[in-house]
């Protein structure tokens, strides 16, 4: 079965950078564009980043450009989320998605905390 597992969350002051990586198993990676998604405390889950099947095509929210960029490795079964800058409105659980027909699939979550 599908699964997504993330990994690389955690809590670092404004300005910091961290790197998000994705798992992916259980489907044919490289047929599929790979998605992270962000849901801040208390608001809806919002598209942060897309990646193509050969990671030509890379399409990003207006929040974020210029500061994430988002990677894959078909070899790997490995999508990256490098996230540069962070402010604290950047504060979330971050998760890997990917759609396979009409459904999606999700990871667990991984928590990103901006503070100082």
């Known amino acids: 079965q599908v699964q997504l597992v993330e990994s690389g969350g955690g809590l670092v002051q404004p300005g910091e950078s961290l790197r998000l990586s994705c798992a992916a198993s259980?489907?044919?990676?490289?047929?599929?564009?790979m998605n992270w998604y962000r849901q801040p405390p208390g608001k809806e889950r919002e598209l942060v980043a897309s990646?193509?099947?050969?990671?030509?095509?890379?399409n990003y929210a207006d929040s974020v450009k210029g500061r994430f960029t988002i990677s894959r490795d078909n070899a790997k079964n490995t999508v990256w989320l490098q996230m540069n800058n962070l402010t604290p409105e950047d504060t979330a659980v971050y998760y890997c998605?990917?759609?396979?027909?009409?459904?999606?699939?999700w990871g667990q979550g991984t928590q990103v905390t901006v503070s100082s």
């Open positions: 259980g489907f044919a990676f490289s047929s599929y564009t």
């Open positions: 990646i193509s099947r050969y990671g030509v095509s890379k």
């Open positions: 998605n990917v759609e396979k027909g009409t459904r999606h699939y």
